[in-house]
């Protein structure tokens, strides 16, 4: 069974039709990829299955389970955690705390622990702590160290994406949406991050679906590719079957002129 | 002023703008109210501190250069003091207009304080009928020889600035805290120093001299005393820090048990208030400071816990009676405060900003006219109140409002509890979902954070402490009656909070002590209980001084005070950091 399962999503803002149907799914282990002109509905999707938005029909089924329309934070802690387009951070807060914040739904430490400090509070303290670091450690040792107590803003552009990718590891997810995690990067970040996707998988297992528009970063990490253009799924398959689809080509760079049917 | 030259339109709208601070400030009554407050014997009335303050500052401000990157910047030249001085010259004449024209028409039908005795004493003459010319000309003077004393403070070294502000603030301080430093001389026997220094409250001439010397030393030190303690607590090594903030916490325990007896009884009366304030101003700083929830309607909690604390131990509850000791009160009232809080948080806890605020505030009002109303009259007293309510025994004695000593000593112990309470739950994984939520609420809903159940525990815990405030309100007065608790005390809350510095805990202490300490809250007296009725207008002179210059408070919570200057240091970081090119191209497929 797939891991994800979603059929028949439709979404509307007023009079626009941002999605119209969509059909996809994922099985664990897998690196999906989706792709499609701007205003395709790439990031209406992933906001529908993150729960932002309800959507208005069709089913989305995680492990089995309707998950359409429930409360984001319902949604983060059944496991699917996801970065933003236009990167939001909490940028107040330290790099430390944004990674620590994000394990709230795997924690249960409340009022009375932090009060009292009670034994089970400074264990999990400690352990929060402790796996903040972890993930931090992943983009080796950019987000380390005196970073720690440093606030998010003071980050380069590519590191406060580095930092969501971790915050979105930090709640522990099973699913991992990623919405162009290389936009705005040089060339070398991106080669670099192109990497660690791949590492995301493989050391630390989890199932990816990733927007994005550098078509080399597509081409070396996804198994599969879904091609979206006006809110309905184009074509999937692999890289080479959807480069070279014509209604793909089309969907991006129009008509040749003259083939006028 | 611009290229050196004077800028006459600017110097013009300045004097304008200090001539109406200066009629306006006549024509409340404040001149002539505080006139029989002599400051310095025979030369200051806190009336005329009251209504020339501004005209050296004024001039000093119409002075100030733009400093532009990059531009040429001009020395301070004699300009300045002439600028300054016409500044001061142009509020004389402004305000000199008004005391003929209160002579000329008959102006008290619409502003009362508009009176010959005002002229009386803006003239310094005898009768008001004739004015006095030549008193009208000193008026005048003053202004300008104030206003080109100003603008010459340019001409003078940042130190010596510095030390003729503090040489003034020296001798107006220590004239205003009369009652304080007079009453703990008393205390050690000193009532003939006392003499010597004060006559009519007001010092005299010598000791104003050797206070202004005083000032004038202390202005010329490099570092304040502040800086030298919060450098003292910076130790590097965790441990020695620890034990060198329990030493300071130490000694401030030590100054507050010892404090009420040095102090007397109406010191320590004040003291008790801005306790409770104190407390009350820490319970909303969680929910306000922390959550980022606008509640307009806290004293609704407060008034929630005075009545069950009142309800319990008062024979006369008209319903229900138990007469339990106050002690036993206090369970109860934690859990009726926790109740409330969730009764009022449940609806209203979707709603953001300034929804939240509007709704709470009618809670707020809800609340008074439900213990206000004749239906709710045979359990809580209607208009008539709760009265007789023993107070906390102890044993030996029973605490009321007539020891305000040991009152002092309960404020201080719930503040204690409550800056705990704020400092343990901002280290938490709860607080860092407040945080998260205050940041962006829908990024912290997607990473994870159950917002609703976040905002209702905000709400609950700054509604325990609020009705642990209004226990030992209700066992300090006595008597508690539902004009109690009108919607004046949430204002006055929140303004403690934002004044001090949202967020910050020792910002909302200094916010209690600056606003209830020195000024008196809506209807208790403060230190200077001279400002009287004029105590609200202050409070909002404040609260728009500081919207202005010091949005994040008197002292900030860093986090807060990023907040609110985040474009000028988001600019610095991007400048500072090397942003990557945008590579992200909108390539087709190859």
Redesign the interface.
């Known amino acids: 069974m797939a891991m994800l399962e979603i059929t028949g999503l439709k979404k509307a803002f007023g009079g626009i039709q941002a999605l119209g149907g969509v059909d996809f799914h994922i099985n664990e282990g897998e690196v999906v990829s989706v792709i499609g002109p701007n205003g395709a509905g790439k990031t209406s999707f992933f906001n529908v299955i993150s729960g932002m938005f309800p959507p208005d029909e069709g089913e989305i089924l995680f492990e089995g389970e309707n998950i359409g329309g429930r409360e984001p934070s319902t949604i983060t802690e059944r496991g699917i955690a996801r970065t933003f387009q236009n990167v939001r951070l909490f940028p107040n807060m330290t790099i430390l705390e944004n990674v620590m914040v994000a394990q709230h739904c795997r924690t249960k430490q409340g009022i009375y622990g932090a009060i009292f400090r009670t034994e089970a509070f400074k264990q999990e303290e400690a352990l929060i702590e402790e796996r903040a670091k972890d993930v931090l450690s992943f983009f080796g040792s950019r987000l380390m160290g005196y970073r720690f107590d440093q606030p998010a803003f003071v980050l380069s552009y590519a590191n406060r994406r580095r930092l969501e990718i971790a915050r979105a590891m930090a709640t522990q997810p099973k699913l991992l949406l990623l919405d162009e995690p290389t936009a705005g990067m040089n060339p070398r970040e991106t080669k670099e991050l192109t990497g660690l996707i791949g590492k995301l998988r493989d050391e630390r297992g989890f199932t990816i679906v990733v927007i994005e528009h550098d078509m080399r970063v597509v081409k070396n990490v996804s198994d599969r590719v879904v091609v979206l253009d006006h809110g309905v799924k184009l074509t999937e398959g692999t890289y080479d079957e959807v480069s070279t689809n014509e209604d793909v080509i089309e969907a991006y760079l129009g008509r040749p002129a003259g083939s006028e049917s | 002023m611009t290229n050196g030259q004077l800028d006459w339109r600017k110097v013009i709208r300045t004097g304008l703008l200090v001539g109406v601070v200066m009629v306006f400030t006549s024509a409340i009554g404040m001149v002539e109210d505080f006139d029989e407050r002599p400051v310095v014997v025979g030369i200051l009335s806190l009336g005329f501190l009251a209504l020339f303050w501004y005209v050296p500052r004024a001039a000093y401000k119409v002075g100030d250069e733009e400093v532009l990157e990059g531009m040429e910047v001009h020395p301070p030249t004699f300009q300045n003091v002439i600028a300054g001085a016409a500044v001061g010259a142009i509020g004389g004449v402004v305000l000199s207009v008004l005391v003929f024209a209160v002579n000329a028409l008959d102006l008290r039908g619409v502003f009362v304080r508009l009176s010959p005795q005002l002229v009386k004493t803006l003239t310094f003459s005898e009768s008001a009928a004739d004015p006095n010319l030549a008193g009208v000309l000193v008026l005048i003077l003053i202004s300008t020889v104030l206003g080109a004393v100003g603008g010459g403070l340019h001409l003078v070294s940042d130190k010596l600035r510095r030390q003729i502000v503090f040489t003034v603030g020296a001798v107006v301080v220590v004239a205003l805290l009369e009652d304080v430093i007079s009453q703990i001389l008393r205390t050690f026997g000193l009532s003939a120093l006392v003499r010597a220094i004060y006559r009519d409250a007001a010092l005299r001439l010598i000791p104003a001299i050797v206070v202004a010397a005083l000032g004038f030393f202390v202005g010329g030190r490099e570092r304040g005393g502040e800086s030298r303690i919060r450098a003292y607590l910076a130790d590097p090594d965790p441990t020695q820090r620890t034990r060198k903030s329990l030493f300071v916490a130490g000694v401030v325990l030590v100054i507050v048990l010892v404090a009420p007896w040095v102090l007397g009884s109406l010191l320590s009366e004040i003291l008790a208030t801005t306790g409770i304030f104190l407390l009350m101003g820490l319970g909303l700083n969680i929910v306000v400071g922390f959550a980022g929830l606008l509640d307009l309607g806290y004293v609704a909690f407060f008034a929630v816990g005075a009545y069950t604390s009142a309800v319990l131990t008062s024979p006369l509850s008209p319903f229900f009676n138990p007469e339990w000791p106050w002690w036993y009160t206090l369970p109860v009232v934690i859990v009726i405060g926790a109740i409330s809080g969730i009764f009022v948080g449940t609806p209203v806890i979707r709603l953001r900003g300034d929804y939240l605020a509007i709704v709470t505030l009618g809670f707020g009002e809800i609340v008074r006219i439900t213990f206000l109303s004749d239906a709710a009259a045979p359990w809580f007293g209607g208009a008539g109140g709760i009265r007789n309510i023993p107070g906390i025994p102890l044993g030996f004695d029973t605490i009321s409002g007539s020891d305000p000593e040991y009152i002092m000593y309960f404020a201080a112990a719930l503040v204690v509890l409550a800056a ?2 704020s400092y ?2 901002l ?7 407040w ?2 939520m205050r ?2 609420e ?10 609703v159940r976040s905002k209702l ?1 905000a709400f609950v ?1 700054g509604a325990i402490l609020a009705s642990l405030g209004g226990a030992l309100f209700s066992a300090k007065l006595g008597s508690i009656f539902p004009t109690s608790f009108e919607l004046l005390i949430s204002i006055v809350i929140l303004v403690i909070v934002i004044v001090g510095g949202m967020g910050n805990i020792l910002g909302v202490a200094a916010g209690a002590v600056v606003l209830i300490g020195v000024l008196g809250g809506p209807r208790q007296p403060g230190l200077l209980q001279e400002f009287g009725e004029f105590k609200l207008l202050i409070y909002g002179v404040i609260l728009v001084y500081m919207m202005l210059q010091r949005p994040e408070g008197l002292i900030p919570n860093i ?1 807060r005070s ?2 609110l200057h ?1 474009e000028e ?2 600019q610095d ?1 991007w400048l ?15």
């Open positions: 705990w309470v343990a739950l280290n938490s994984r709860v607080g860092r979902a945080t998260a940041e962006d829908s990024v912290a809903e997607v990473m994870g954070i159950d917002t525990s815990v986090r990023r907040e985040h240091l988001s970081a500072g950091a090397t942003p990557s090119e945008d590579t992200a191209g909108e390539g087709a497929p190859a």
